[in-house]
């Protein structure tokens, strides 16, 4: 599935989407940057409460294929322009990680 | 295996919009000489977790990648407060890191054992009140 795919199946709003048809593969979630950095896998869907511009530096690294934003959370506009030169698609959800991992479970 | 591409990049403490920046630009150069992602993955992960160390802890630094054929080498060399026990700063869990910095997602105490867990060596050597120079190879 396409990460476009998956945020609209998810209701999710596009916060950028400089690369909408990276394929999903696998969802991690988290908060603390160096779990993520150890723990996420390429190309799987990483959902976030963290907004600040180290999320995009951190989703770059990691490979992930998009960051998905949980509880409605805003990206700041300074990472917000960073995921999009940076080819890093970020989603924004009013779901909390939880109910957005269940529903990605059930989705891919 | 004398032949050798060096990068360098001198990091910035102050900056914390940028943080990052320097692994990101290594990642990309590695891409471009056709490195496996496996390889990509681990120099990332350990750059990564270095140059936020440097920058949070360490007032910045100076990144130094020589890539050789057969492996990558990493050294990151700071002059910030160093490092009074390095076997409980290995510690996962264990963090120093203030709040301000915290609220940003640091912290964990999970960076130095990334950088162990994803390299093939890693050396640190530091002195208290003269710096910190951590050397990583990633065997390729
Ligand atoms: N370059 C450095 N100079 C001085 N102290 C350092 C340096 N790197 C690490 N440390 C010390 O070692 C501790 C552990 O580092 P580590 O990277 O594992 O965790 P952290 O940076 O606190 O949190 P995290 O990396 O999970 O965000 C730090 O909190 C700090 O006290
Ligand atoms: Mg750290």
Redesign the interface.
């Known amino acids: 599935m396409t990460v476009r795919e998956l945020a609209q199946k998810l209701g999710a709003r596009a916060v950028c989407e400089p690369e909408p048809d990276r394929q999903v593969c696998g969802c991690y979630t988290g908060?603390?940057?160096?779990?993520v950095?150890?723990r996420a896998q390429?190309d799987n869907v990483w959902v976030t409460i963290?907004t600040?511009?180290?999320?995009v530096?951190?989703a770059?690294?990691?490979?992930v294929s998009c960051v998905v934003i949980a509880e409605g959370a805003e990206l700041d506009e300074?990472a917000a322009k960073t995921a999009e030169a940076?080819g890093v698609n970020v989603y924004s959800s009013p779901l909390s990680s939880y109910s957005l991992c269940a529903a990605i479970s059930d989705l891919i | 295996m004398a032949d050798c591409v060096r990068l360098r990049y001198v990091i910035d403490g102050e900056n914390f919009t940028s943080a990052g920046e320097a692994s990101v630009k290594v990642k990309r150069s590695l891409r471009q000489m056709g490195f496996s992602p496996e390889v990509i993955r681990k120099v990332s992960v350990a750059m990564y977790e270095g140059e936020i160390n440097m920058v949070i802890h360490a007032r910045g630094g100076v990144a130094t990648v020589d890539v050789y054929e057969d492996r990558i080498v990493i050294v990151l060399e700071d002059e910030g407060p160093g490092i009074p026990d390095i076997p409980l700063a290995m510690q996962a869990g264990y963090s120093t890191a203030p709040d301000n910095i915290r609220s940003l997602g640091f912290g964990a105490g999970m960076g130095l054992p990334n950088m162990k867990k994803y390299t093939d060596d890693m050396k640190i050597e530091s002195v208290v009140g003269k710096g910190t120079t951590i050397t990583m190879t990633v065997n390729v």
């Not at chain 1, 600040?52 to 999320?55: G, S």
């Open positions: 908060d603390l940057l160096s779990w950095m150890g390429a963290m600040n511009i180290n999320t530096a951190v770059t690294l990691a490979d300074a940076k």
